[in-house]
Nanobody
Framework: QVQLVESGGGLVQPGGSLRLSCAASGFNSEYHYIGWFRQAPGKEREGLACSSSRNSRIYYADSVKGRFTIPRNGLYLQMNMLKREESVVYYC???????????????????WGHGSQVTVSS
């Protein structure tokens, strides 16, 4: 059973940077992926980035491309040039047994962390 624990959220100034961590354990498939999402109250969960173990493929959503990065193992989300409107809860997610490269749609994932709050404020 895969388990995920997020950490690293907190307060950051507008334009600043923050790094979130996703401690993952329990993978039993050589092909799996890690994804990062965020969700504001009353809004749909938004996919940000993902990394597939097969071929170490990394995908970024247009909304964060050039500002957010993840390593090939997908276990960190480096957020740069943060905006006030990005003060939401961030999640890491995983799919243990995958058949293709990852995407950032919620239904592609079957394991979720509990979220980490990020607040962008001066």
């Amino acid at each position: 059973q895969v388990q995920l624990v997020e950490s690293g959220g907190g307060l950051v100034q507008p334009g600043g940077s923050l790094r979130l961590s996703c401690a993952a354990s329990g993978f039993n498939s050589e092909y799996h992926y890690i994804g990062w999402f965020r969700q504001a109250p009353g809004k749909e969960r938004e996919g940000l980035a993902c990394s597939s173990s097969r071929n170490s493929r990394i995908y970024y959503a247009d909304s964060v491309k050039g500002r957010f990065t993840i390593p090939r193992n997908g276990l960190y989300l480096q957020m740069n040039m943060l905006k006030r409107e990005e003060s939401v809860v961030y999640y890491c997610a995983a799919r243990n047994k995958a058949l293709r490269a990852c995407g950032v749609l919620t239904f592609e994932y079957d394991i979720w962390g509990h979220g980490s709050q990020v607040t962008v404020s001066s």
